[in-house]
């Protein structure tokens, strides 16, 4: 193993035991081969439990809004949706118009929407859109039935056809039963970690489990313009809508970028997760139970990492978050930068 990637490892593990986490892996593609492949651990923290293996499949939790956003794009590029800058009311007839406003839907896949939803599950405004940006799980929802509507498929049953089969992924899946493969989550370090799975496997769920090794190929597809071993699986100007710069412009330069849903790295921002030494055209998806999906162009680079554990870095909100998800960024880009 090249030992410029021991730094990285040793980041990974101490992370690993100081959030009781079970299980991590860590795998870098570089020049579409991996450069490092890394298991540690078991599939939960009881006794006698599996070890962590390439075939271990992962929880991604919120990182599953990347496979969203392709199907946005490709909703974008086959005119079923006419404009990022169309008006959310054209497609979502079961909103209150006056609610929606002037939502478009470049707002909801760049989290500058303004919606949110209360414990009853009626759903209010925050902020206009597009003069702030704020993460919310309401827009996902959204966009995910709409796709569901655009295409009279799940966002599983299209990307499956187009991308997985194509591309022989067997292991991302949104799983409804246990399996032996699937890591289970540690929601509290002294209870026995948990399945989480879903009700259905129609994408509307937090229940997509992906091995270390198809989220890297993933990160990938995305890299490679959707080209992979010469021929155009995904089109180019898809990824382009993904994962280039479609936030709105704020006027407060502290928020974060995103492409439809990727974070992107512009100039570095104060509340972006991206590592200010990371090379701009950068971007990076995450999720609460620790995965992290980093693609650096520049450096023809992707990283994924996995965790097991629902809450990382002391907690979801706040400064030590960022810190210690700007600090992995950081520690790559600094890897590759030499």
């Known amino acids: 193993m090249d030992n410029r990637y021991q730094k990285l490892i040793s980041w990974v593990e101490d992370i690993k035991d100081r959030n009781h986490c079970s299980a991590s892996a860590l795998i870098i593609l570089k020049d579409d081969e991996i450069v490092l492949e890394h298991y540690s651990g078991s599939h939960s923290n009881t006794e006698g439990s599996l070890p962590v293996t390439q075939f271990s499949q992962f929880n991604v939790a919120s990182a599953r809004k990347s496979y969203l956003g392709l199907a946005v794009a490709y909703a974008i ?20 118009k006056e609610l929606l406003g002037r939502t478009t839907i470049r707002n909801l896949i760049t ?24 993460y919310r799980g309401i827009n996902v929802l959204m966009m995910t039935q709409l796709i569901k509507r655009l295409y009279n498929q799940s966002i599983p049953e299209l990307l499956h056809e187009r991308i997985f089969l ?31 799975l879903g009700n259905s496997n129609d994408g509307t769920e937090s229940n997509l489990y992906v091995s270390a090794r198809e989220f890297a190929y993933w990160g990938n597809l995305h890299l490679r313009k959707g080209n992979i071993n010469g021929k155009q699986i995904v089109p180019k100007e898809v990824i ?3 994962t280039q710069v479609q936030s709105p412009k704020y006027k407060n330069e502290e928020y974060p970028l995103n492409g439809a849903f990727w974070y992107v790295q512009g100039t570095p921002s104060l509340r972006s997760e991206i590592g200010d030494r990371v090379p701009k055209g950068a971007f990076q998806i995450i999720g609460v139970t620790g995965p992290t999906l980093l693609v650096i162009p520049e ?9 097991n554990k629902r809450y ?8 030590n978050y960022l810190y210690y998800l700007k600090e992995f960024s950081n520690l790559v880009a600094d890897t590759f930068s030499k």
């Open 312 to 319: 990382n870095y002391e907690g979801i909100e706040g400064e």
């Open 299 to 307: 450096y023809n680079v992707v990283v994924a990492k996995m965790y």
């Open 77 to 96: 590029h086959e005119g079923k949706i006419k404009s990022l800058d169309d008006y959310a009311v054209n497609y979502f007839e079961e909103f209150d």
């Open 111 to 134: 989290h500058s929407h303004g919606l949110n939803e209360d414990e009853n599950g009626t759903v209010y405004r925050e902020f206009n859109p597009g003069k702030e940006w704020a």
């Open 166 to 196: 194509p591309l022989g992924y067997k292991e991302t899946a949104w799983q409804t039963k246990e399996n032996e493969k699937l890591v289970k989550v540690i929601v509290n370090p002294k209870e026995e970690a948990t399945s989480k």
């Open 240 to 242: 382009e809508v993904a």
